[in-house]
C-alpha cells in the first residue's frame, strides 16, 4: 500500500528565504506527482504535476523535482513571501495497468503547514 | 467561469440523520471524487466515479453513498451508519486519460452534533 510522508509538518521562516519541503513514497510504481497548496478552510489549488518519466517542473517561483527511483520528491519556493503561507499537501497518483487507472486516485500526505512571517 | 462548486459550505447534522452534499463542475470533466479531510491526516479517497452511472469505492466508503446520474452532479450522502462523519468533505474532477490534474471544490464542512 502506498504512503506519502512529507517533512517537516510545519515551517515558519522569515520573507525572503529559499526554502525546501520534502515529499517521499513508498511505492515507485507512480503515473504521477502532484503539490497542491491549501488555505484554512479552502480547498486545493494545484501548484505542479510532474508525469512519471519527468524530472521537473517549474511556475514561476515554484520549482518541483520527482526521483521515482528513490521515492521523493521536492518543491522548492524560492524568495518565499508572506502571501506564501498556506498548507503544502504532495500527492502520488498510481500506476496506470492494462485495465485503466483512475487518475484522481491519488494517495495524499499530511501536507508541511508554512508560515512566512515579514 | 469553469469550476467545482460544493454546497452547503458548512452543515450541522444531529445524529442519526442522513445528509447530502452536492458537488457540480461544468469543466466537461469525465470522472469525479470524494474525498475526506481530518485534521492531522491527509486526504482519503470516499468514492469516485468515472462515467455516468457507475462508480467505485474508495478506501473509506463504510456509511457514504453517491450517485453519478448526470456528467455534472455527483452528491455524497453521509449516512447515519457512517462513526465519524465530522470532517472536511472535498469533491474532485478530473479529465479521464489526461495528464492527471486534479481540480477541487472548495469543501463542506460537517458537524455531527
Known amino acids: 500500500k502506498q504512503e506519502v510522508t512529507q517533512i517537516p509538518a510545519a515551517l515558519s521562516v522569515p520573507e525572503g528565504e529559499n526554502l525546501v519541503l520534502n515529499c517521499s513514497f513508498t511505492d515507485s510504481a507512480i503515473y504521477n506527482l502532484q503539490w497542491f497548496r491549501q488555505d484554512p478552510g479552502k480547498g486545493l489549488t494545484s501548484l505542479l504535476l510532474i508525469q512519471s518519466s519527468q524530472r521537473e517542473q517549474t511556475s514561476g517561483r515554484l520549482n518541483a523535482s520527482l526521483d521515482k527511483s528513490s521515492g521523493r520528491s521536492t518543491l522548492y519556493i524560492a524568495a518565499s513571501q508572506p502571501g506564501d503561507s498556506a498548507t503544502y499537501l504532495c500527492a502520488v497518483g498510481g500506476s496506470s495497468n492494462a485495465g485503466g487507472t483512475s487518475y484522481g486516485k491519488l494517495t495524499f500526505g499530511q501536507g508541511t503547514i508554512l508560515t512566512v512571517h515579514p | 467561469d469553469g469550476g467545482i462548486t460544493q454546497s452547503p459550505k458548512y452543515l450541522f447534522r444531529k445524529e442519526g440523520q442522513n445528509v447530502t452534499l452536492s458537488c457540480e463542475q461544468n469543466l466537461n470533466h469525465d470522472a469525479m471524487y470524494w474525498y475526506r479531510q481530518d485534521p492531522g491526516q491527509g486526504l482519503r479517497l470516499i468514492y469516485y466515479s468515472q462515467i455516468v452511472n457507475d462508480f467505485q469505492k474508495g478506501d473509506i466508503a463504510e456509511g457514504y453513498s453517491v450517485s453519478r446520474e448526470k456528467k455534472e452532479s455527483f452528491p455524497l450522502t453521509v449516512t447515519s451508519a457512517q462513526k465519524n462523519p465530522t470532517a472536511f468533505y472535498l469533491c474532485?474532477?478530473?479529465?479521464?486519460?489526461?495528464?492527471?490534474?486534479?481540480?477541487f471544490g472548495e469543501g463542506s464542512r460537517l458537524t455531527v452534533l
Open positions: 474532485a474532477s478530473i479529465v479521464q486519460g489526461g495528464a492527471g490534474e486534479l481540480f
